[in-house]
């Protein structure tokens, strides 16, 4: 069956980077995008960005000078980075596959998310 | 960016109906999909494409609309349905509404 599993650090302290890692299976990364999307506590949901099926990316505007979204197919992993970090990006971090074939762009399968808190 | 605007949170009895509204700054044509979200839940999709229901979601959710104006509807609304509702376009960089809290009365 579809899962996706997110990994990473659970704590960040400001000014570092934060490296994630998204870890398929169900389904390959060549068929289907996948991406991150982050929840800050009790906040709504912020797209973050997509790697799309041939590996080439896009992301938001707001987070796009600090932020990279690469994958290992081999290994089915996607992974995502950001620099410079700051207690605002203390959010729940999700990757979420999307259909790859007709491009709609909505999220049919979301990983159980990773709690990332940023402090000294 | 393309904003979407929500109504505001809900109060509903089991048994009612309840209609989400989503308003897009711009014409996301259907490209508009909805989410549950329950407490230290992942989001669920429940519609994609304005109005096609998700594989396995009851046919008690229901979405219609184009262009700029969307509506969510559940009908009946059960306990189990108390959550937070996104709607979210990808029509061009995604973005998602800011949540409709359905609250029972």
């Known amino acids: 069956q579809v899962q996706l599993k997110e990994s990473g650090p659970g704590l960040v302290q400001p000014s570092q980077t934060l490296s994630l890692t998204c870890t398929v299976s169900?389904?390959?990364?060549?068929?289907?995008?996948v991406s991150w999307v982050r929840q800050p506590p009790g906040k709504g949901l912020e797209w973050m960005g997509v790697?799309?099926?041939?590996?080439?990316?896009a992301y938001n505007s707001l987070l796009k000078s600090r932020l990279s979204i690469s994958r290992d197919i081999s290994k089915s992993q996607v992974f995502l980075k950001m620099n410079s970090l700051q207690t605002e990006d203390t959010a729940t971090y999700y990757c979420?596959?999307?259909?790859?074939?007709?491009?709609?762009?909505?999220?049919?399968?979301w990983g159980q998310g990773v709690m990332v808190t940023v402090s000294s | 960016d393309t904003v979407l605007t929500q109504s505001p949170a809900l109060a509903v009895s089991p048994g009612e109906r309840v209609t989400i509204s989503c308003r897009a700054s711009?014409?996301?044509?259907?490209?508009m999909h909805w989410y549950q979200q329950k407490p230290g839940q992942q989001p669920k999709l429940l519609i994609y494409?304005?109005?096609n229901l998700a594989s396995g979601v009851p046919a008690r959710f229901s979405g219609s609309g184009s262009g700029t104006d969307f509506t969510f509807t559940i009908d009946p609304v059960e306990a189990d349905d108390i959550a937070t509702y996104y709607c979210?376009?990808?029509?061009?960089?995604?973005?998602f509404g800011a949540g409709t809290k359905l609250e029972l009365k």
């Open positions: 979210h376009q990808s029509w061009n960089s995604p973005t």
């Open positions: 979420a596959r999307e259909e790859g074939l007709y491009n709609s762009g909505y999220f049919d399968y």
């Open positions: 790697i799309w099926t041939g590996g080439s990316t």
């Open positions: 711009e014409s996301v044509s259907t490209l």
């Open positions: 169900g389904f390959s990364l060549t068929s289907y995008h």
């Open positions: 494409k304005a109005s």
